[in-house]
């Protein structure tokens, strides 16, 4: 007979069930290996941004400000798309964003994941992983969404 493979091992038990929204794999823009599925049953902010983009500049600010203090409750982050890497990084690195991870998205395989077609749109996921907002958001909105998660 055959040693029994390791798919007869029982599978590590998972600390939430993972949502089809966040069963994906990315690179960070400084190149490490990013899963979504780590996210799991947390609220989630993804934040659809390009580098040439000024509305995602003034929320880049909010951003910052923000993601750090709900690192852990509500994470923010960001997926970088339609434009060059090295745009990209002086974006984060200009605003302050290194403290968040920040997807490099320039397949637009995320993007198109969450049906995205412009920037800059917040995907908001509940603890569940069902997107309860996507769309824009200023500033404040943004704010309050992530205040109102992270006491959910």
């Not at 007979?1 to 939430?16: D, F, H, I, N, R």
Request: glycine share 8%.
């Amino acid at each position: 007979g055959t040693p029994a493979g390791p798919s007869t091992a029982p599978p590590p038990a998972a600390p939430a069930r993972v949502p089809k929204t966040l069963s994906f794999d990315a690179k960070t823009l400084d190149g490490t290996t990013f899963s979504a599925a780590a996210l799991a049953g947390r609220p989630v902010v993804l934040w659809f941004w390009a580098p040439w983009c000024a509305t995602c500049a003034s929320q880049a600010w909010t951003v910052a400000e923000i993601a750090p203090t709900y690192r852990d409750t509500v994470p923010i982050v960001g997926v970088a798309g339609l434009g060059q890497q090295k745009a990209m990084k002086e974006f984060v690195t200009e605003f302050d964003l290194a403290g968040t991870t920040q997807l490099d998205d320039r397949a637009g395989a995320v993007w198109r994941r969450f049906k995205v077609v412009e920037q800059s749109t917040f995907v908001v996921l509940d603890r569940d992983g069902t997107v309860v907002h996507q769309g824009f958001l200023d500033g404040e909105s943004l704010t309050r969404q992530v205040e109102t998660l992270a006491r959910g």
